[in-house]
């Protein structure tokens, strides 16, 4: 089994280049990986099962165009393009 944080350095150092994903691949069975993404998105389901609609799309009159939705897929596609550009090619 990978626990959760040893899974999230795992993604860190493979997307950041620190290792290849070829080695992250080979520190662990297929089986404890399909198993930590799964309790991954359990433990997501779980965090946002109360979340209705009108919380998803909740908006501020400072910044009407941002819901909550929207500024999160921003700040995981933001993350992402800084990985790629910055530290290293993608």
Known sequence: ???QAVLSQLLNDAYTGKITWLQASRLYPIDDFIDAFFRARARMQSTIADLTDALA??????????SISETVTHLIFSKTIWI??????C
Do not use: L
């Open 57 to 66: 799309a909740y908006t501020t009159d400072t910044t009407p165009i941002w």
């Open 84 to 89: 790629c550009d910055v530290q290293r090619p």
């Open 1 to 3: 089994m990978i626990e």
